[in-house]
């Protein structure tokens, strides 16, 4: 029987030890361990409002999802449990069981209220919950019927503060963050662009040059500038063979990657913000506005994101989980918005309407001429992305046009990486029409 398999699990974990047994409702969970474990049986909503004075040093959570816990409400349970005890025994049902597609066993069980393992493992790294062992366990048919995860010395993540980020990722504390090698970091990363209306106009009637050309080209495009989103919509039905995004920066261009990802899977403008900030929208008359959203909410963004994340991006998509929110912005610490002061912080607004980027980037959201102006132009920009072979180079605009065979034909999309390599008075050149801010 599975509920005689979790048991003999639990008893090789607790290794004798008396225990807390935290369960949805009481009695529940393993009562035969009454005398022989000194078990305290208490609900959720118990433990959740207790001083946390219990005599044992051990806590078993009793299959709280798979019996309709909320998931906010469950990381709650056990972010508290990981601050009380030495030891965190978590049982849960496994979504991805053979067991529940068997609907008699299935009606009993809140399966689509259960998590996988890689989902536990997601929130775990998110939160500091350190994993010591962990086991199916079998069921009816499944072998993995069920999961029991073992947590111990737990180093939780406070969010509210931003001292694990500094100490993981070797930001400077209070100052600049001076990089000898500028844009190599995941610091130096723009979370938002800085093209703002003026320099887009001026470009439309190349745009529109190279949406009647007869001509296959390439599309060379910066990741630069929020990976040049704002012009893709208006080249939908240009004769593109392929499209190579490029930066010298691998961090930026694992996060374009996986911002491609977000809009592929998202169907509104509502729903790629909430994807991409991994907070809660609301839209009305007055446009879009960030929505007071707890950090269990925002993990649980992260997790149900995971499988558009790569190794890269989801360091940077985990830092956003700690950054302060506003009805209009994201408050950014230690990226590249101004110039990496952590001490102070940049702002990544909705949509801007001054040129204030020295300080402030943005995703221009409602504004003319933006990729996110609509729910149609941003639908276009997924057609765009849906419709064309996309590449990526992890190497700079010089770099690029020494690697690859670039046709007069072609269009690059720049940014404005020109801006700096006039700066710093290097000759160079650029074999094809390019659009640059």
Request: with cysteine; net charge negative.
């Amino acid at each position: 029987m599975p509920h005689i398999a979790c048991l003999e699990a639990v008893k090789k974990q607790l290794d004798g030890d008396d225990f807390v047994e935290i369960s949805y409702i009481t009695p529940f969970g393993f009562g035969e361990l009454d005398e022989s474990h000194h078990r305290i049986n208490v609900t959720v909503e118990e433990f959740l409002a207790s001083q946390g004075d219990y005599p044992h040093h051990v806590c078993v959570l009793h299959i709280l999802l798979g019996c309709g816990v909320p998931l906010v409400d469950f990381i709650d349970t056990v972010n508290k449990a990981c601050r009380l005890f030495k030891k965190v025994i978590v049982i849960e049902h496994n979504k991805g069981s053979d067991d529940w597609h068997t609907a008699g066993i299935k009606k009993d069980h809140c399966i689509d209220n259960c998590i996988h393992d890689e989902n536990f493992n997601t929130l775990a790294i998110v939160f500091g919950w350190n994993i010591k062992c962990f086991n199916f366990i079998k069921g009816a048919q499944c072998q993995k019927r069920n999961m029991i995860f073992c947590l111990e010395d737990n180093q939780l993540i406070d969010h509210g503060t931003f001292d694990w980020i500094f100490e993981e990722f070797g930001i400077e504390r209070n100052a600049y963050n001076d990089n000898p090698n500028p844009f190599t970091l995941m610091s130096d990363v723009y979370l938002g662009s800085a093209t703002s209306i003026q320099e887009f106009r001026k470009n439309l009637d190349t745009l529109k040059l190279y949406n009647n050309k007869p001509e296959k080209y390439t599309l060379y495009a910066s990741c630069g500038g929020f990976f040049s989103l704002e012009y893709l919509h208006y080249l939908k039905h240009s004769n593109i063979k392929r499209v190579i995004f490029f930066d010298c920066n691998k961090h930026t261009v694992a996060l374009c990657k996986t911002v491609l990802f977000l809009i592929k899977k998202s169907h509104s403008i509502h729903e790629f913000l909430e994807n991409y900030l991994l907070v809660n929208i609301s839209n009305d008359e007055n446009g879009y506005h960030i929505v007071d959203t707890s950090i269990q909410e925002r993990a649980i963004k992260y997790m149900n994101n995971t499988e558009t994340y790569n190794v890269l991006s989801q360091d940077i998509f985990r830092v956003m989980l700690s950054f302060d929110i506003q009805d209009d912005r994201m408050l950014t610490y230690g990226f590249r918005n101004i110039g990496h002061r952590t001490d102070t912080p940049g702002n990544l607004h909705l949509s801007l309407d001054v040129n204030v980027h020295t300080e402030s980037n943005k995703l221009g959201v409602g504004e003319e001429f933006s990729w996110i102006e609509s729910d149609d132009t941003f639908l276009a920009t997924k057609e765009f992305i849906n419709d064309h072979e996309i590449q990526f180079c992890e190497y700079g605009l010089q770099d690029i046009t020494n690697r690859h065979e670039i046709d007069s034909e072609d269009l690059m999309l720049t940014s404005n990486i020109i801006n700096f390599i006039v700066a710093n008075n290097i000759a160079f050149e650029i074999p094809c029409k390019y659009i640059t801010t």
